[in-house]
């Protein structure tokens, strides 16, 4: 198997396919794979950037090629050469919810029937935890994908899958739209622009900018809110509360947001001790509610 190393520029969108809804990783133009050529990794077990005058549209996606003869092979058996899971990493498929991919990180794989397949995973993480059990992982991915799809890429209910706890809305989107980026660069709260899209850990974020879409994509964890992104002082007490998203501060390098100016104001007034405070508290409620929808708790005294 030969394994591959690189960055997507993706937008993720559902296309109406035949009726039904398809999620798709795709970058702002409808491309997958963020341009690269699938059948490249086919044919040459690399990855190699695609051209729009090569192109071709399947299943709602538009595939790059780096040659008409690329493209008439793709033509003549698409279902053969396509990316699997929607271009999402298929890593992430099997644990259950939708992550975006790093085309370097794509290859082909055979699947139980003895058929390669063209899959894709985030990372090198990503790519070595699922190496560990690649057949296995595959088949679980093939299982759970149905499910995933029909979900918004948000995470289904899985047994023995590590499972995360985020205020979203019903939609999937975190922080309520607002970049989460722009707190880190700018010190502003701005809302996103759904053109820059990225899925992490199930949840949809949305940056003002590519440039800020790609920040995130190289290093979710140091730009996301602490605590799911519920508010600060409330988890300081243990508590679930909702956040204004323009209520913010950032505290050696992490983000709180908050739910009110009151509560900003009580979590500045020993903003030390409250910080180990939520940082205690928020392993135990994470485990404790991963995996089922957001509920509020009372608000917090």
């Known amino acids: 198997m030969c394994k591959l190393f690189m960055t997507l520029s993706f937008f993720t969108l559902f296309a109406s396919l035949y009726g039904q809804k398809t999620l798709l990783n795709l970058d702002d133009k409808g491309v997958i794979i963020d341009g690269y050529d699938a059948i490249a990794y086919f044919t040459e077990g690399k990855p190699v950037q695609g051209q729009p005058e090569f192109q071709s549209r399947y299943n709602g996606s538009v595939y790059y090629f780096t ?24 890593y992430a498929v099997s644990q259950g919810h939708v992550s975006p991919i790093n085309p370097n990180f794509c290859y082909v794989q055979k699947d139980d029937k003895g058929i390669g397949r063209l899959i894709c995973q985030h990372n090198q993480k990503a790519n070595d935890l699922w190496n560990k059990n690649a057949n296995g992982l595959l088949i679980d991915a093939y299982k759970n994908w149905p499910a995933v799809e029909r ?3 948000k995470q289904i209910p899985l047994k023995g899958v590590e499972h995360f706890y985020i205020n979203l809305d019903g939609d999937g989107l975190a922080n309520q739209g607002y970049d989460v980026v722009a707190y880190h660069i700018d010190n502003k709260a701005l809302k996103g622009d759904a053109k820059f899209t990225e899925w992490f850990h199930g949840a949809k974020y949305i940056f003002t900018s590519r440039e800020h879409q790609e920040l995130f994509r190289d290093n979710p964890k140091k730009y996301l809110p602490q605590y799911g992104g519920f508010c600060a002082y409330a988890m300081s007490l243990g508590k679930v509360r909702p956040v204004n998203p323009e209520i913010f501060s950032l505290e050696d390098g992490r983000l709180m947001l908050q739910h009110t100016k009151n509560a900003y104001d009580l979590f500045y007034k020993d903003v030390k001790g ?6 205690n508290k928020w392993p135990g409620v994470e485990q404790k509610k991963a995996g089922h929808k957001v509920k509020f708790d009372k608000p917090a005294k």
């Open 274 to 279: 409250n910080i180990v405070k939520a940082d």
């Open 151 to 153: 979900n918004g890429g």
């Open 67 to 90: 040659s008409n003869e690329h493209k008439n092979l793709f033509d003549a058996d698409p279902k053969k050469y396509e990316v699997q899971f929607g271009g999402f990493c298929a």
